[in-house]
T-cell receptor, first 117, second 113 residues
Framework: GAVVSQHPSRVICKSGTSVKIECRSL??????MFWYRQFPKQSLMLMAT?????????EQGVEKDKFLINHASLTLSTLTVTSAHPEDSSFYIC?????????????FGPGTRLTVT | EDQVTQSPEALRLQEGESSSLNCSYT??????LFWYRQDPGKGPEFLFT???AGEEKEKERLKATLTKKESFLHITAPKPEDSATYLC??????????????FGKGTLLTVNP
């Protein structure tokens, strides 16, 4: 149980284009989803938290107009990187939690490697 | 600000050579401390959650312990398949209803056959 998927697993895009990454909870209802980014040999840095049906809460320093997050259903959240630039190249990981079952644990997706050329 | 420091950054062991990884934390009231395993190019895989000082949890060759300032992940008789980056994260009481995690940089464990 508690499986989270991400799509795509890898994406290469040109500078200036937008990229959408999907995060799905496959066998539970994700009341809360989190988006992280991870640079090589660095830890996971939380970008934003989203509760189903509500606007996302962004961490300090994260541009909400650049990283658009939608959590329209209990099984799907999307992260759209708008007008991507090479510095946005990173490993993006989502996690999901079901507050009604266990408020503390997060289950992570396999990650999406974004490369902006 | 919540902080998590993991040591060592990297650890090489021979198969069967037991050791421990350290996670020191500073948090304004700990709700929970989490250990994850991360393989290259993959998302973190949940291992343990510890909630209070003195708590211990075990899973196969791994045992996690918690004090008021740090946590240890003990690896007994490791095998090559235990090679991975081990991440520690804390969840603060002051984090409100978002339950966000603050991660350390991880310890890269390599177990040689």
């Amino acid at each position: 149980g508690a499986v989270v998927s991400q799509h795509p697993s890898r994406v290469i895009c040109k500078s200036g284009t937008s990229v959408k990454i999907e995060c799905r909870s496959l066998d539970f209802q994700a009341t809360t989803m989190f988006w992280y980014r991870q640079f090589p040999k660095q830890s996971l840095m939380l970008m934003a938290t989203s509760n189903e049906g509500s606007k996302a809460t962004y961490e300090q320093g994260v541009e909400k107009d650049k990283f658009l997050i939608n959590h329209a259903s209990l099984t799907l959240s999307t992260l759209t990187v708008t007008s991507a630039h090479p510095e946005d190249s990173s490993f993006y990981i989502c996690s999901a939690a079901d507050r009604t079952q266990d408020p503390y644990e997060q289950y992570f997706g396999p990650g999406t490697r974004l490369t902006v050329t | 600000e919540d902080q998590v420091t993991q040591s060592p950054e990297a650890l090489r062991l021979q198969e069967g050579e037991s050791s421990s990884l350290n996670c020191s934390y500073t948090v304004s009231g700990l709700r929970g401390l989490f250990w994850y395993r991360q393989d290259p190019g993959k998302g973190p895989e949940f291992l343990f959650t510890l909630y209070s000082a003195g708590e211990e949890k075990e899973k196969e060759r791994l045992k996690a312990t918690l004090t008021k300032k740090e946590s240890f992940l003990h690896i007994t008789a490791p095998k090559p398949e235990d090679s991975a980056t081990y991440l520690c994260a804390v969840q603060a009481l002051s984090g409100g209803s978002n339950y966000k995690l603050t991660f350390g940089k991880g310890t890269l464990l390599t177990v040689n056959p």
